[in-house]
């Protein structure tokens, strides 16, 4: 029966290399999470803006029909 013992030595093979990938995940995260933020604060804006422009049309409307009466 073999039995396999991890020892210092042969836990990071290449530290360089983790390291780097590492930080391209972080710098991924950082870009992409810059952008999903800007694209959620847009379309907070312009769903504010098109849901105060209706309610300012829908009182419009219903003064105008109010006066006509």
């Known amino acids: 029966m073999r039995h396999i013992t ?4 042969h ?3 290449r ?4 390291a780097l ?9 950082i870009v992409v999470g810059d952008t999903l933020t800007l ?3 847009a379309l907070a ?6 849901w105060t422009l209706s309610e300012v049309a829908h009182r419009v409307e ?4 109010r006066a006509n009466h």
């Open 6 to 9: 991890i020892s210092g030595h």
């Open 11 to 13: 836990v990071a093979h």
């Open 15 to 18: 530290p360089v290399t983790a």
């Open 21 to 29: 990938c590492i930080l391209t995940g972080l710098i991924a995260v």
């Open 39 to 41: 694209l959620a604060i």
């Open 45 to 50: 804006i312009v769903t504010t803006a098109w």
């Open 62 to 65: 219903s003064v105008g029909s």
